[in-house]
C-alpha cells in the first residue's frame, strides 16, 4: 500500500494548547487594562442625552416630533460615562414649559445648571447647541365653513349648479392646533365622491381630514347632509340678422348677404323666453378696425341665460368704393 504523508501544516496538541494560555493572558490583560481604565476620572466625551417636555397638554399641542436627546459634552468616571454613552438607566432630562406657545426654542444657557445637576456625579462641560428648538401651539375649537371639493365630483355635460351648495349643518366644528387650523382659513372641504352628475341631489357625507392631519384634528360632526340643485344648459343656434350703424354710402361688406350664426347653450328654464327674442348682427362702423379694415360682429340682445356663445363668422371685411 502507498504510505499516506502526515500533513506538515497540521498544529500539535502542545503547541495548541500553548496557544490558548497566550490567548487567555491577553484576554485577562486586556480586562484588566479596561477596568483599570474605567475606574479612572477626568474622562471627556460627548453623548446623546434622553430628554422629555412638560406641558399643559390639554391646551397645547406639538406639531412636529419634539427632541428626544439632546448632545452634551461631560466628564467623570469612565463607568458612569460608559453608561451615559449607552443610554443605560438613563432618566430623561425634564424641560418644563409653562407658556409653550410663546416661543419655539428653549436656550441651552438656561438650561445648563440644573442639568448639572441632574446629571451628577458626572460634571456637564457644555450643552452642544445654543438651543433647543420645538413646535407647539395652543390647542383651538373653530367653527369652519363647509364647501365642495371641486376636485370630488363632475357633472354631466352642460349641466350647472343653479345655486350656491347648501349644507345641514351649516358650520363644522373642529378642534386642533393653531396652525393647522389656520391651514383651513375658515373653510372645510368636503368630498361629495360623485361623478356625472345630472339630478338634483341631496346626500348625507362623512366627515374626514387627510392622513397628515388626523392626529391633529377632531371634528365634532360625523357627518353633513348636502344638497345640489342642477340645471341643463341647450345647445341652439340662430340665424343672425345684420343691422348697419354708421356705414357711409362708399363702405359695403366684402361679401354684400354674409351667413351669420349664433351658437350657444341656454338655461332650460329659459326657453320659453329665448323664443320671444330676436337677435341681431350688428356691425357698427365706427368700431371697426382702421388697420385691417375690419369689422366685429356684435351681438344684441345678450341675455344672461346664455352660455358659451359662439359667432360664425364673428369678423368681416370692409369693402371701400
Not at 47 to 57: A, C, G, K, L, N
Not at 173 to 198: A, H, K
Not at 204 to 212: A, C, I
Request: net charge negative; charged share 30%; hydrophobic share 40%.
Amino acid at each position: 500500500m502507498p504510505d499516506t504523508k502526515k500533513s506538515s501544516e497540521r498544529i500539535s496538541p502542545k503547541k495548541l494548547s500553548n496557544l490558548k494560555v497566550v490567548v487567555l493572558c491577553v484576554a485577562a490583560a486586556t480586562t484588566f487594562w479596561i477596568l483599570n481604565a474605567l475606574n479612572k476620572d477626568d474622562y471627556t466625551t460627548i453623548v446623546d442625552f434622553p430628554i422629555e417636555f412638560i406641558f399643559d397638554q390639554e391646551d397645547y399641542m406639538a406639531v412636529k416630533p419634539l427632541p428626544e436627546s439632546v448632545q452634551i459634552e461631560i466628564s467623570g468616571n469612565g463607568w458612569d460615562l460608559l453608561r451615559k454613552y449607552f443610554n443605560v438607566n438613563n432618566t430623561p432630562f425634564s424641560i418644563e414649559l409653562d407658556r409653550p406657545a410663546n416661543s419655539d426654542y428653549i436656550l441651552a444657557s438656561d438650561l445648563k445648571r440644573t442639568f448639572s445637576e441632574f446629571i451628577t456625579p458626572t460634571q456637564l462641560i457644555s450643552i452642544v447647541d445654543d438651543s433647543i428648538h420645538y413646535e407647539i401651539d395652543p390647542i383651538q375649537t373653530v367653527k369652519l365653513i363647509p364647501v365642495l371639493d371641486s376636485t370630488s365630483f363632475t357633472l354631466a355635460n352642460n349641466f350647472r349648479i343653479l345655486e350656491e351648495p347648501a349644507f345641514e349643518p351649516s358650520q363644522i366644528t373642529v378642534t386642533g392646533p393653531q396652525s393647522i387650523i389656520e391651514l383651513f382659513e375658515g373653510e372645510f372641504p368636503v368630498n361629495l365622491d360623485e361623478n356625472r352628475l345630472q339630478d338634483d341631489l341631496t346626500k348625507n357625507v362623512e366627515l374626514s381630514v387627510s392622513k397628515e392631519l388626523e392626529e391633529f384634528i377632531k371634528i365634532e360632526e360625523e357627518t353633513v347632509a348636502v344638497s345640489l340643485d342642477l340645471v341643463a344648459f341647450l345647445e341652439g343656434n340662430k340665424r343672425l340678422k345684420i343691422k348697419k350703424i354708421n356705414f357711409p354710402r362708399t363702405v359695403t361688406l366684402e361679401e354684400e348677404e354674409p351667413l351669420i350664426m349664433m351658437y350657444y347653450l341656454v338655461d332650460e328654464r329659459e326657453t320659453e323666453e329665448l323664443k320671444e327674442l330676436e337677435f341681431e348682427a350688428v356691425l357698427d362702423f365706427a368700431k371697426r378696425n382702421r388697420q385691417d379694415s375690419t369689422i366685429d360682429v356684435q351681438v344684441r340682445p345678450m341675455p344672461p341665460f346664455l352660455d358659451q356663445v359662439r359667432i360664425e363668422p364673428s369678423i368681416l371685411r370692409l369693402k371701400y368704393e
